[in-house]
């Protein structure tokens, strides 16, 4: 199995612009996790969803955050409009039926 | 919600020394506990988890404990080598199913640094 994979593994853009991550789940894996980290906050839980659904999104820090989940094998989060406080690492998890749960490489997002 | 408290911050040991670092939680409920090792630019990897129904697990030179009454487990590592250099992270979860899908609340990390 390829494992949890993130696109892009590097963005870069500028104030103000959208940003699209993509988190592909290990197949199989029903529960799907974002999760940002920062040297401040360390790992932070965003989002995440069981069977597609969003479960709990309180950790999304504002409205400019979203995540979808459309099918079992792909989900998006957007940032909209960017800012500099952005940037971080977002890493995608996914779990299955055991409780381990599996790190995608992660996104690192600089925000100028 | 759960909160979990890592302690060190910090820990810096010779090669072949033992390591241990510390966490407590607070949600008795909490039933799971795993821990990630985390290289430089890496993802987070689990290294070790334990449940609840277990006082001590063991892997080679990695162990951890868990007390249940005083809501505290540790991560110990024995005869410590450079590539154990990493930051570690412990965890706390409910089990799957009711309203928690195995939703992990971590702690602050660990920078652990080892000499050789």
């Known amino acids: 199995d390829a494992g949890v994979i993130q696109s892009p593994r590097h963005e870069v853009t500028e104030m103000g612009q959208e940003v699209t991550l993509r988190c592909k789940p290990i197949?199989?894996?029903?529960?799907l996790f974002w999760y940002r980290q920062t040297m401040m906050r360390g790992l932070e839980l965003l989002i995440y969803?069981?069977?597609?659904?969003?479960?709990?999104d309180s950790g999304m820090p504002e409205d400019r955050f979203s995540a979808k989940m459309p099918n079992a094998s792909f989900s998006t989060l957007k940032i909209q409009p960017s800012e500099p406080r952005d940037s971080a690492v977002y890493f995608c998890?996914?779990?299955?039926?055991?409780?381990?749960?599996?790190f995608g490489p992660g996104t690192r997002l600089t925000v100028l | 919600g759960e909160n979990v408290e890592q302690h060190p911050s910090t820990l810096s040991v010779q090669e072949g020394d033992s390591a241990v670092i510390k966490c407590t939680y607070s949600?008795?409920?909490?039933?799971?506990f795993p821990w990630y090792k985390q290289e430089l630019g890496k993802r987070p990897q689990l290294i070790i988890d334990?449940?609840?129904?277990?006082g001590e697990k063991k892997d080679q030179r990695i162990a951890v404990t868990l007390n249940k009454t005083a809501k505290h487990f540790s991560l110990h590592i024995t005869e410590t080598q450079p590539e154990d250099s990493a930051v570690y992270f412990c965890?706390?979860?409910?089990?799957?199913?009711?309203?928690?899908?195995?939703?992990?609340?971590f702690g602050q990390g660990t920078i652990l640094t080892v000499h050789p």
């Open positions: 998890a996914s779990k299955g039926e055991t409780d381990t749960q599996y």
């Open positions: 197949s199989g894996h029903n529960s």
């Open positions: 334990i449940r609840s129904n277990v």
């Open positions: 949600d008795s409920a909490s039933n799971y």
């Open positions: 965890a706390a979860s409910k089990d799957a199913g009711g309203t928690s899908y195995g939703k992990l609340t």
């Open positions: 969803f069981n069977n597609n659904v969003p479960i709990d």
